[in-house]
């Protein structure tokens, strides 16, 4: 009987350490989850953070984008006034040149006020070879006024000037010119495209570009980061290659 109770003792403190083990190792395993839990609610706290932060970005770009946008369509609406401008400029010296088959005389005051017209377009619009395409105009102004050309061929000069003008809009492409930067005249490479925008280099190794200021004038400024110097080093690289139409990432001169 005493052997019986002692071997029914040893089993039950055998069951009971069996029953604390597992409790300690379920404890434990619910600790461990515990902190698993907590560690994965951390990092979906932080991602969550983390996507937050990106839609409040996202915002923002697309907020800049959409102010871009307006910018590129007041631009473009400007550009489609001075072109059609330019068209009535043309039409103007057609029917002039139709009626006026009269003397050199009665043609002169049209195509002089033609001209005057044309010359105010290119003071106020865009900064490209402004020097070279005035001086054009006042050679011509000069030359019927001096009589030193004859008013109808007058006209097919005038004609051809404002053709010009109207196809300088479409063209994208390399050339010199001379702006002013630092306080200094510098000839630099310029990236035309249309007469929207207008990239420059320079011969040590400086970029920027062509912007317009809230009262209508124009400046360059330069680009002052890594990113934006290489956007404009790849569309002159871009352009050399004669491509001259595709997908191109540039500084944005319309941005305020």
């Known amino acids: 009987m005493h052997k019986y109770f002692i071997k029914e003792l040893m089993l039950t403190i055998g069951l009971?350490?069996?029953?604390?083990?597992?409790?300690?190792?379920?404890?434990?395993?619910?600790?461990?989850?515990?902190?698993?839990?907590?560690?994965?609610?951390?990092?979906?706290?932080?991602?969550?953070?983390?996507?937050?932060?990106?839609?409040e970005k996202h915002s923002s770009r697309m907020a800049a984008l959409s102010s871009q946008l307006a910018d590129l369509s007041v631009e473009e609406r400007r550009q489609k006034l001075s072109i059609e401008k330019l068209q009535h400029s043309i039409e103007?010296?057609?029917?002039?040149?139709?009626?006026?088959?009269q003397s050199g005389e009665s043609l002169k005051p049209i195509l002089l006020a033609a001209l005057s017209d044309y010359k105010?377009?290119?003071?106020?619009?865009?900064?490209?070879?402004?020097?070279?395409?005035i001086k054009a105009i006042d050679d011509l102004e000069n030359n019927i006024t001096n009589q030193q050309i004859d008013p109808h061929k007058a006209i097919n000069q005038a004609w051809s000037l404002i053709e010009d003008e109207i196809r300088l809009s479409k063209e994208n492409g390399i050339y010199?010119?001379?702006?002013?930067?630092?306080?200094?005249?510098?000839?630099?490479?310029?990236?035309?495209?249309?007469?929207?925008?207008?990239?420059?280099?320079?011969?040590?190794?400086?970029?920027?570009?062509?912007?317009?200021t809230a009262d209508g004038n124009w400046i360059y400024e330069l680009v002052d980061n890594t990113a934006d110097k290489e956007r404009i080093k790849n569309l002159f690289d871009s352009l050399k290659k004669q491509i001259r139409q595709g997908y191109f990432e540039l500084p944005n001169p319309l941005k305020k």
Do not use: C, W
């Open 176 to 212: 010199q010119q001379t702006i002013p930067l630092n306080g200094e005249k510098v000839l630099v490479d310029i990236a035309k495209l249309g007469t929207v925008f207008l990239y420059f280099q320079s011969r040590d190794n400086q970029a920027g570009m062509a912007k317009r």
């Open 16 to 55: 009971i350490a069996i029953f604390l083990a597992s409790t300690t190792a379920i404890a434990s395993s619910l600790e461990n989850l515990a902190k698993s839990l907590a560690k994965i609610r951390g990092e979906v706290e932080t991602l969550q953070t983390q996507l937050d932060t990106e839609k």
């Open 120 to 133: 105010r377009h290119i003071q106020s619009g865009f900064p490209f070879k402004m020097e070279d395409r």
């Open 92 to 101: 103007k010296l057609g029917t002039a040149t139709k009626e006026a088959e």
